[in-house]
């Protein structure tokens, strides 16, 4: 059974094709990494699974979500499925967040827009989210403002709110890249955790090989709009087959085994072979 | 401390706090810190958010003052100096920050910008001449000095940054977070190039920076600062082989690692966040 099926998908925006003919399926539970550098097209891709493209975007071919195409579906029917069907966590929580608004109350609204809670259902519940992303003191965390909270905190209230209403699927769009190392490895450890809980598959994009490789089953490798390399995560970091693949392998390891002083690989290196 | 006759930069007992303001706390960023950058070395000074090691690097600088304590540049002292005093230090320490778009002025053409210093500074000398070798050592075209910032990548932005940093001829180089910005591939570039400007020039370079792995590959020698203050100092192999401080320990335990799952190192010392 396939959760997630993306079929061919192609993104223009403005004349330049940034998601070039992608094709992938993600089953329930699964966990997926989909890994590339800056214009590789992987936050063009989550933002087109979650009908979120800018408006001159032109996309073409589908995606198969729970049995429906969210490339044909009215923003209506698209924003009845975020949050509740899939839940999302961005890199910058501040802008995620309503820095006005108290981050229980945006937890809460989550439940009474999809689930139809009341206002007290929805608070008392909210609660029981914050114990589960680690919050030892609910009531006081539930009343404070984004500005109040420290990065990891908030990151914390966004996964909080992505799991409220136990999604099939969670879009994680780089969602430590801005945190601490200390704070990345507990918001990581937390996300595995959730997911596991609720047996929801996640799709967790990052430019950042260790991180994937970390936490998900799979690895989706983009490079130039185009997937040029999927498999299971041990096999993709022991026998690359794309020469792109390669390349970054070899840089994102070098760092960790190379002498000090000593040439790195860069992927040019790599792909000149190749062509 | 005791200091060595090769300390080129010493940092005695150094602590800076930011006054409050209304609702604004007071904020101590850097408590009786004291350290020394030797002649030659490569210094990587690690830490995260808050732990004060970029307001470290703008009093190395002298853009700021210390609340207390002192900061000396080949044996003399440049705290409270005034500007017209520093000119040996200007010369002679100069830095690469994180992000080139904010440092470059998205008006001024490369060449300009690479020469700033040079004008500043009073350097005399053929300008345009010093401009092409200098865009030539970072692996630019000297056509590039007629461009704009926007006109060029992440990665080549932050050549010209390197480019203009190297125009006074500096012995000391702060690279203050100078690759975090930059995806994998263009960061090994980047290092590639410091690397060998540092061979070839003879830098002293501070390496600042939260990615232990950046500094393990770069720096001879580490201090880890937290919250402030100096939790940890020494040479970087004996440093990462047996940390002595709970949070040096936890801080590589942190780091995400080819093939390892998360979760798999429990941190020893996690703080409430």
């Known amino acids: ?275 | 401390m005791s200091k060595g006759p090769d300390a080129l930069l010493e940092v005695r007992g150094v602590s800076k706090v930011y006054p409050g303001r209304g609702e604004r706390r007071q904020i101590q960023a850097l408590d009786d810190v004291s350290l020394e950058v030797r002649r030659g070395e490569t210094l990587g000074v690690v830490g995260e958010s808050g732990s004060g090691k970029s307001t470290l690097a703008r009093l190395l600088l002298a853009l700021e003052q210390p609340t207390s304590g002192e900061i000396l540049f080949d044996g003399a002292p440049v705290s409270g100096r005034r500007e017209r005093e520093l000119e040996h230090l200007r010369r002679n320490v100069q830095v690469v920050f994180q992000d080139p778009m904010g440092s470059l002025d998205p008006r001024m053409r490369i060449g300009t910008a690479v020469s700033e210093p040079l004008r500043a500074l009073g350097i005399a000398g053929d300008r345009k001449a010093r401009v092409a070798e200098l865009l030539e050592a970072v692996g630019l075209p000297p056509e590039a000095a007629s461009r704009y910032p926007h006109e060029f990548s992440g990665g080549q932005r932050q050549r010209i940054a390197i480019a203009r940093a190297l125009a006074p001829r500096p012995t000391v180089l702060i690279a203050d977070e100078a690759v975090s910005a930059l995806d994998v591939s263009v960061r090994a570039h980047v290092l590639n190039l410091l690397n060998r400007l540092i061979a070839d020039l003879g830098l002293t370079l501070v390496f600042i920076s939260h990615d232990m792995s950046v500094i393990r590959y770069m720096c001879t020698r580490v201090a880890v600062l937290y919250r402030g203050r100096l939790v940890e100092e020494g040479p970087t192999d004996d440093v990462y082989a047996d940390p002595h401080d709970a949070y040096t320990r936890s801080l590589l335990a942190a780091v995400p690692r080819l093939g390892r799952q998360v979760g798999e190192p429990e941190l020893t010392a996690e703080v409430e966040v």
């Open chain 1, 1 to 275: 059974m396939t959760l997630l099926a993306v079929e061919d998908l192609s993104v223009e925006i403005g004349g330049a094709r940034v998601v070039d003919g992608v094709t992938f399926r993600l089953d329930p539970g699964e966990r997926v990494g989909l890994i590339g550098e800056s214009g590789s097209g992987k936050s063009m891709t989550a933002l087109a699974l979650i009908g979120l493209l800018p408006d001159e975007a032109q996309v073409r071919g589908r995606i198969d979500f729970d049995g429906r195409d969210i490339v044909r579906l009215g923003e209506a029917q698209r924003c009845r499925l975020r949050g509740d069907r899939i839940g999302m966590i961005f890199q910058e929580p501040m802008t995620a967040l309503n820095p006005t608004m108290r981050v229980g109350r945006q937890v809460a609204e989550v439940l009474q827009r999809h689930r139809g809670a009341s206002r007290s259902q929805a608070a008392a519940r909210t609660l029981e989210l914050l114990e589960r992303v680690e919050f030892h003191e609910p009531d006081r965390i539930a009343r404070a403002y984004p500005h109040e909270l420290s990065g990891g905190q908030r990151q914390r209230i966004l996964a909080a709110a992505a799991i409220a209403c136990s999604p099939a699927l969670v879009l994680a769009d780089e969602p430590t890249t801005a945190l601490d190392v200390t704070v990345q490895a507990r918001v990581l450890r937390l996300l595995a955790r959730l997911v596991a809980e609720e047996g929801a598959a996640l799709l967790l994009i990052s430019h950042d090989l260790a991180v994937v490789s970390g936490m998900c089953d799979r690895l989706l490798v983009m490079y130039r709009g185009r997937l040029v390399e999927q498999g299971a995560t041990a096999r993709v970091l022991e026998r690359p087959q794309h020469p792109y693949t390669r390349g970054l392998l070899a840089t994102a390891g070098a760092l960790d085994g190379a002498a000090r002083g000593s040439v790195l690989p860069t992927i040019p290196d790599f792909l000149e072979v190749a062509l």
